[in-house]
């Protein structure tokens, strides 16, 4: 690290520098009542690999404290900034990211017409909007007379108490000097949940003055807002247990900024000490993607899309095996269009692509992967691809399966290994892996298995498909019972004959391969004519997927099946003994 | 060609046009999609189907055509998908008004001197990257169904075969719509009128509904059907003759279609004119010719 400082007109303002000053740079902005310490953690993670800059702002730190608050106003914070880049890397563009007033002061720079803002490569805000857009935001829910817009505009004013208190007279300062300054690790440490908070020398000082922030800015931008769009792309970084800046602040941001990214993550205000790793990962993926031009999947799926914004399933990322075709498919899509960005797994890559090409048309994003679902590495390093691009899955749907008929006796071992893998253990790993991930990350989320009316229906020609989708549906209803807790719901979707393919490509175990054609045929022409679509399904897992139903039943071979196994099992037993392959 | 009279039961299956008939069936369809074209440049916002349907007739009549195989269509909106179609008088013009990037399918049927033509022209008043992709999708198909019938397939299997790219390719076979389930219907030559057809009952020539009858019978005791489908019906070997193929894809309220006359001859096919509105769009990005033809379906 290395210190020096830098005059911006008449206050001396003290600069941290950290990394090789050759590399890209990113200018680190500290709110209030911090200094460029609160930073550091931070810094040291992206030094590796950039020229980090940080400073104390004006009246905090190490910087000079101006005795006016006419001096505080923001076009001096803004000029601050570039006097500071100036004195580092000269004329060279920089990334910029700011947390609390940091960022507030920098959405400044962001917005303001002029040379700075052309300097500007990318901005990371975390918990300080502009407060031009909150004076729109303000005007907006006020003059909106219902009753939701004015619980925000109550909701925020609750957690902005002190912003109020700020501009008291006296009292608002000697605070500081009365003791606040010693007691503030311990309020970082129990309410702000910072785990071992370092006492900063300069507290009393950032507390006292940085006052002035408030004074200087707050009446008049929120009184009289100004127009303010950003030219650069923005990743808004939202710690949604914050106490001071409420996440509804930031509903109408894609008004004003067109590359707009939003990561929300389960943290409280001070998230640059509290998940430093985390918020220096996001900062360099952001900041690398906007240098290659190429966004990861994460920040893809974090784009933020206004015209999706009020779908149900916004902002979800949803799995889907067997999405080359049939229900699968059909879901991608029904998916797609409530707002869910898509993971397409399937075996036939093309067909996986070509669902996800087409989801894409309906607004997703959405990727393809090629995995054969029996294949525990496979579905491994499916699952850690999802955590490692997208963030994770908040649904997924163990939906592939292959059809097989024949007898217990008549299947082969190799069949019957087979189809379990596919239709049984390919539900085993995708509920474990995902439903883990789920768990670790304390995240709310949704499974749902596809099983089968044949999961109630017993059959002495559907042995083995049978038996497979049975276990389906107990392992759905024993990971119901187990995930409930946790806030991840489980399904099992039962449907009937569905014209999916399937019918067209099951095994009929014990047969020559003309023999299996016929059958097939004959199988396939059945199906078309009940005519059952996929979309059926599809709607009822979509609705699953809002609902949460344990058991979801569709089309009425489903309910036959069902409510003869739970009310007539004889009558199910005397059904069983008859062959129904065509 | 002849009017036809089932009881004479000619041995020759199908209608092998001259040289000269050809030259006729194309310069009808040419009139055709020139009308189709000159109304998609017309269209505006708010303009009814009703409107469209309108000036096709207007500008066809305007060019010599005084007969029709069927009053023009035009279908904006979801409605180029079929969206909840039930029974025909569906597929007859409503009030529903363009908006802005909404797809539309304009479709006309002029008979020009004798000569049938029957046309799908399928577009967007702005941008419809669903309707970009459909419309790309189509150029598989055409070269697809072609290369079958060289093949010399029964002509359900190429229908079968259609359906099946359509499921491969993610979107809904729109043309099962159609009474019949038909991909194509066969086109012939009727007898030139000399002076314009004042009313049009049910928006259907009659005289094409009765050479289509009559050609029905005659096929029927040949074996074979003029309405081309994935049915038992349509199990026979390609039949000579002009077709009228109208293969119709659609995806979330989306449709489009080409409709265009497939020429099939005793040991070939081709189609009438490669110089039609939606290969030059295909040529234009570089769709055309398809480099690998999927070959679907179960050879003979």
């Given at each position: 690290?290395?210190?020096?400082?830098v005059?911006?007109?008449?206050?001396?303002?003290?600069?941290?520098?950290?990394?090789?000053?050759?590399k890209?740079?990113?200018?680190?902005?500290?709110?209030?009542?911090?200094?460029?310490?609160?930073?550091?953690?931070?810094?040291?993670?992206?030094?590796?690999?950039?020229?980090?800059?940080?400073?104390?702002v004006?009246?905090?730190?190490g910087?000079?404290?101006p005795?006016?608050?006419?001096?505080f106003?923001?076009?001096?914070?803004?000029?601050?900034?570039?006097?500071?880049?100036?004195?580092?890397?000269?004329?060279?563009?920089?990334?910029?990211?700011?947390?609390?007033?940091?960022?507030?002061?920098?959405?400044?720079?962001?917005?303001?017409?002029?040379?700075?803002?052309?300097?500007?490569?990318?901005?990371?805000?975390?918990?300080?909007?502009?407060?031009?857009?909150?004076?729109?935001?303000?005007?907006?829910?006020?003059?909106?007379?219902?009753?939701?817009?004015?619980?925000?505009?109550?909701?925020?004013?609750?957690?902005?108490w002190?912003?109020?208190?700020?501009?008291?007279?006296?009292l608002?300062?000697s605070?500081?000097?009365?003791?606040?300054?010693?007691?503030?690790?311990?309020?970082?440490?129990?309410?702000?949940?910072?785990?071992e908070p370092?006492?900063?020398?300069?507290?009393?000082k950032?507390?006292?003055?940085?006052?002035?922030?408030?004074?200087?800015?707050?009446?008049n931008?929120?009184i009289?807002?100004?127009?303010?769009?950003?030219?650069?792309?923005?990743?808004?970084?939202?710690?949604?247990?914050?106490?001071?800046?409420?996440?509804?602040?930031?509903?109408?941001?894609?008004?004003?900024?067109?590359?707009?990214?939003?990561?929300?993550?389960?943290?409280?205000?001070?998230?640059?000490?509290?998940?430093?790793?985390?918020?220096?990962a996001?900062?360099?993926?952001?900041v690398?993607g906007?240098?290659?031009?190429?966004?990861?999947?994460?920040?893809?799926?974090?784009?933020?899309?206004?015209e999706?914004?009020?779908?149900p399933?916004?902002?979800?990322?949803?799995?889907i095996?067997?999405?080359g075709?049939?229900i699968?498919?059909?879901?991608?899509?029904?998916?797609?269009?409530?707002?869910?960005?898509?993971?397409?797994?399937?075996?036939?890559?093309?067909?996986?692509?070509?669902?996800?090409?087409?989801?894409?048309?309906?607004?997703?994003?959405?990727?393809?992967?090629?995995?054969?679902?029996?294949?525990?590495?496979?579905m491994?390093?499916?699952?850690?691809?999802?955590?490692?691009?997208l963030?994770?899955?908040d649904i997924?749907?163990?939906?592939?399966?292959?059809?097989m008929?024949?007898?217990?006796?008549d299947?082969?071992?190799?069949?019957?290994?087979?189809?379990?893998?596919?239709?049984?253990?390919?539900?085993?790993?995708?509920?474990?892996?995902?439903?883990?991930?789920?768990?670790?990350?304390?995240?709310?989320?949704?499974?749902?298995?596809?099983?089968?009316?044949?999961?109630f229906?017993?059959?002495?020609?559907?042995?083995?498909?049978?038996?497979?989708?049975?276990?389906?549906?107990?392992?759905?209803?024993?990971l119901?019972?187990?995930?409930?807790?946790?806030?991840?719901?489980?399904?099992?979707?039962?449907?009937?004959?569905?014209?999916?393919?399937?019918?067209s490509?099951?095994?009929?175990?014990?047969?020559?391969?003309?023999?299996?054609?016929?059958?097939?045929?004959?199988?396939?022409?059945?199906?078309?004519?009940?005519?059952?679509?996929?979309?059926?399904?599809?709607?009822?897992?979509?609705?699953?997927?809002?609902?949460?139903?344990?058991l979801?039943l569709?089309?009425?071979?489903?309910?036959?099946?069902?409510?003869?196994?739970?009310f007539?099992?004889?009558?199910?037993?005397?059904?069983?003994?008859?062959?129904?392959?065509? | 060609?002849?009017?036809?009279?089932?009881?004479?039961?000619?041995?020759q299956?199908?209608?092998?046009?001259?040289?000269?008939?050809?030259?006729?069936f194309?310069?009808?369809?040419?009139?055709?999609?020139?009308?189709?074209?000159?109304?998609?440049?017309?269209?505006?916002?708010?303009?009814?189907?009703?409107?469209?349907?309108?000036?096709?007739?207007?500008?066809?009549?305007?060019?010599?055509?005084?007969?029709?195989?069927?009053?023009?269509?035009?279908?904006?909106?979801?409605?180029?998908?079929?969206?909840?179609?039930?029974?025909?008088?569906?597929?007859?013009?409503?009030?529903?008004?363009?908006?802005?990037?909404?797809?539309?399918?304009?479709?006309?049927?002029?008979?020009?001197?004798?000569?049938?033509?029957?046309?799908?022209?399928?577009?967007?008043?702005?941008?419809?990257p669903?309707?970009d992709?459909?419309?790309?999708?189509?150029?598989?198909?055409?070269?697809?169904?072609?290369?079958?019938?060289?093949?010399?397939r029964?002509?359900?299997?190429?229908?079968?075969?259609?359906?099946?790219?359509?499921?491969?390719?993610?979107?809904?076979?729109?043309?099962?719509?159609y009474?019949?389930?038909?991909?194509a219907?066969?086109?012939?030559?009727?007898?030139?009128?000399?002076?314009?057809?004042?009313?049009?009952?049910f928006?259907?020539?009659?005289?094409?509904?009765?050479?289509?009858?009559?050609?029905?019978?005659?096929?029927?005791?040949?074996?074979?059907?003029?309405?081309?489908?994935?049915?038992?019906?349509?199990?026979?070997?390609?039949v000579?003759?002009?077709?009228?193929v109208?293969?119709?894809?659609?995806?979330?309220?989306?449709?489009?279609?080409?409709?265009e006359?497939?020429?099939?001859?005793?040991?070939?096919?081709?189609?009438l004119?490669?110089?039609?509105?939606?290969?030059?769009?295909?040529?234009?990005?570089?769709?055309?010719?398809?480099?690998?033809?999927?070959?679907?379906?179960?050879?003979?």
């Open positions: 690290m290395n210190m020096s400082t005059n911006s007109a008449g206050v001396d303002l003290q600069v941290f520098t950290y990394g090789d000053e050759k890209q740079p990113i200018v680190l902005v500290h709110g209030y009542p911090d200094n460029h310490s609160v930073w550091e953690p931070v810094a040291k993670l992206l030094a590796d690999k950039y020229f980090v800059i940080t400073y104390d004006r009246g905090a730190g910087s000079d404290v005795r006016k608050q006419a001096d106003r923001m076009a001096l914070l803004s000029a601050d900034l570039k006097a500071v880049v100036e004195s580092c890397i000269g004329e060279r563009a920089f990334h910029l990211v700011g947390h609390d007033w940091g960022s507030i002061q920098s959405w400044e720079s962001v917005t303001a017409d002029g040379p700075l803002k052309q300097r500007i490569l990318s901005y990371t805000t975390i918990s300080g909007p502009c407060l031009d857009h909150m004076g729109y935001w303000l005007r907006k829910r006020t003059l909106n007379l219902s009753a939701s817009a004015k619980a925000k505009v109550f909701k925020q004013a609750l957690s902005s002190y912003i109020g208190f700020f501009h008291l007279p006296v608002a300062p605070a500081w000097q009365g003791g606040l300054d010693k007691l503030w690790p311990k309020y970082l440490k129990h309410r702000e949940q910072v785990e370092e006492a900063n020398p300069t507290q009393g950032d507390g006292k003055h940085g006052v002035q922030l408030y004074r200087a800015n707050f009446r931008k929120l009289n807002p100004e127009e303010r769009h950003a030219a650069c792309p923005v990743q808004l970084i939202v710690p949604t247990r914050d106490n001071y800046v409420g996440t509804q602040l930031f509903e109408d941001l894609h008004y004003w900024v067109d590359e707009l990214y939003r990561r929300d993550i389960n943290a409280n205000h001070w998230v640059p000490l509290s998940h430093p790793e985390k918020i220096a996001w900062i360099e993926e952001f690398s906007v240098d290659k031009g190429k966004m990861s999947g994460a920040l893809q799926h974090a784009r933020v899309r206004p999706r914004r009020k779908l399933l916004y902002g979800k990322t949803a799995v095996t067997g999405a075709s049939g699968g498919r059909a879901t991608a899509f029904k998916l797609a269009e409530a707002g869910a960005d898509l993971v397409c797994v399937d075996i036939n890559d093309e067909a996986a692509e070509r669902t996800a090409e087409l989801s894409r048309l309906l607004g997703a994003s959405a990727w393809s992967r090629k995995v054969d679902v029996g294949s525990a590495q496979a491994q390093r499916l699952a850690k691809w999802v955590e490692k691009e963030g994770g899955a997924v749907i163990n939906n592939a399966g292959i059809g008929a024949g007898g217990v006796l299947t082969s071992t190799q069949d019957w290994d087979r189809i379990l893998k596919v239709n049984l253990w390919g539900v085993i790993h995708g509920s474990r892996l995902f439903a883990q991930q789920m768990v670790d990350a304390h995240r709310s989320g949704h499974i749902i298995n596809v099983a089968s009316a044949a999961a229906a017993p059959n002495r020609k559907l042995a083995a498909y049978s038996t497979s989708k049975a276990a389906v549906y107990m392992l759905s209803e024993c119901r019972g187990e995930l409930a807790d946790q806030d991840i719901g489980v399904t099992a979707i039962c449907p009937g004959f569905v014209a999916t393919g399937i019918a490509n099951t095994v009929y175990t014990g047969m020559s391969d003309e023999e299996q054609a016929a059958k097939r045929a004959k199988a396939d022409a059945l199906y078309q004519r009940r005519n059952f679509s996929p979309d059926e399904v599809a709607e009822a897992i979509l609705k699953a997927v809002l609902t949460n139903p344990a979801s569709v089309g009425a071979e489903a309910w036959t099946t069902r409510l003869l196994s739970r007539a099992p004889a009558l199910s037993r005397r059904v069983a003994r008859i062959d129904i392959t065509p | 060609m002849p009017i036809l009279n089932p009881a004479a039961m000619p041995e299956r199908g209608y092998i046009p001259t040289s000269e008939e050809l030259e006729g194309r310069a009808a369809q040419k009139l055709a999609y020139a009308a189709a074209e000159a109304v998609a440049a017309e269209l505006k916002p708010g303009m009814t189907e009703k409107q469209a349907a309108a000036l096709q007739e207007t500008w066809l009549r305007d060019h010599g055509v005084n007969d029709w195989l069927h009053a023009p269509f035009a279908w904006f909106g979801d409605r180029t998908a079929f969206q909840g179609f039930k029974v025909a008088v569906q597929f007859l013009p409503t009030n529903r008004r363009l908006e802005e990037n909404m797809p539309f399918i304009l479709d006309n049927a002029p008979v020009l001197n004798g000569f049938t033509a029957d046309i799908g022209y399928a577009g967007v008043l702005g941008e419809n669903i309707l992709r459909i419309l790309d999708d189509l150029a598989p198909q055409r070269a697809m169904i072609l290369e079958l019938i060289r093949q010399g029964a002509m359900n299997d190429v229908s079968k075969a259609v359906d099946k790219l359509i499921l491969m390719q993610g979107f809904e076979p729109r043309h099962k719509a009474p019949f389930e038909v991909l219907h066969q086109v012939t030559r009727q007898a030139p009128r000399d002076k314009p057809r004042r009313t049009m009952p928006k259907f020539g009659l005289d094409f509904l009765s050479t289509l009858g009559q050609v029905a019978l005659v096929a029927r005791k040949q074996g074979w059907s003029p309405l081309w489908n994935s049915g038992e019906g349509s199990n026979h070997a390609p000579p003759g002009l077709w009228a109208e293969p119709h894809l659609g995806f979330r309220g989306v449709g489009a279609k080409f409709e006359l497939l020429v099939i001859t005793e040991d070939d096919a081709y189609w004119d490669d110089d039609v509105p939606h290969v030059k769009r295909w040529k234009a990005r570089g769709l055309w010719p398809v480099k690998d033809v999927p070959l679907l379906g179960e050879p003979a």
